[in-house]
């Protein structure tokens, strides 16, 4: 009987070691990915994260949630293909602030987005357009902090034309891009270092 449980205790063990390895790579992933919103100075990233399958990833997006949201950090699921996994990581004070610009209220409107004052019906709106829209929809530059007028000429022009290619296709005022894309990327690799030295995620990240 002894042995049984010592097994069962093992196998516990096993399979919270391995969830914790899981987690570890997700949090360096959100270094990798979303350090310029870690930091405050971008108001979200977007990208693809591999989990096992979809209740791993429901589990680490809740552990980290649990820790981040007390720093202003939400991450959200907004779509999955096998066990790809698309991730929104935003600094909620900044998504508000910039849903609440008068300009980009009224560009989302014509995309089906209510006015409802609402900031969690703007990313479920923006989740069932990416799940259901045949094209990826690029009103998310919106959502990831792109300059407005970018966004909309990007839209406008089909992405063609633009006067610089950076983290967005620039149309309009190219220099404080390129500084701004100096910016994150610095940004990256000082976030990179920093965790690579042993800080945690939590410490990393700042306040709202």
């Known amino acids: 009987m002894r042995k049984r449980l010592q097994l069962v205790t093992n196998s516990e063990r096993n399979l919270q070691q391995f969830k914790d390895l899981i987690y570890m790579g997700f949090e360096e992933s959100l270094i990798r990915n979303a350090a310029p ?3 405050g100075i971008k108001t979200a990233n977007l990208y693809n994260f591999r989990f096992k399958n979809l209740r791993e990833c429901i589990e680490s997006i809740h552990r980290m949630n649990k820790r981040l949201n007390q720093k202003g950090i ?8 096998k066990d790809f996994y698309l991730l929104y990581v935003y600094r909620k004070s900044k998504l508000e602030e910039r849903i609440a610009d008068p300009e980009v ?3 989302l409107q014509n995309y089906g987005y209510k006015d409802s004052g609402n900031l969690a019906s703007y990313i479920e709106k923006l989740k069932e357009r990416i799940n259901t829209e045949p094209c990826f929809p690029h009103e998310i530059g919106v959502f990831l902090g792109y300059p407005i007028e ?3 000429e990007f839209i406008e022009k089909k992405g063609e ?3 610089y290619c950076g983290e967005w296709k620039v149309y309009h005022d190219v220099p404080a891009a390129i500084s701004f894309f100096c910016k994150l990327k610095k940004c ?3 976030y990179a270092r920093v965790y690579e030295d042993g800080r945690n995620i939590y410490d ?3 306040r709202a």
Do not use: P, S
């Not at 939400?74 to 293909?81: P, R, T, V």
């Open 74 to 81: 939400y991450i959200k699921l907004m779509k999955n293909a």
């Open 204 to 206: 990393m990240t700042v």
């Open 37 to 39: 919103t870690l930091a």
């Open 150 to 152: 970018d966004v909309r």
């Open 105 to 107: 209220h009224a560009f």
């Open 188 to 190: 990256r690799d000082v």
């Open 161 to 163: 034309g633009c006067a």
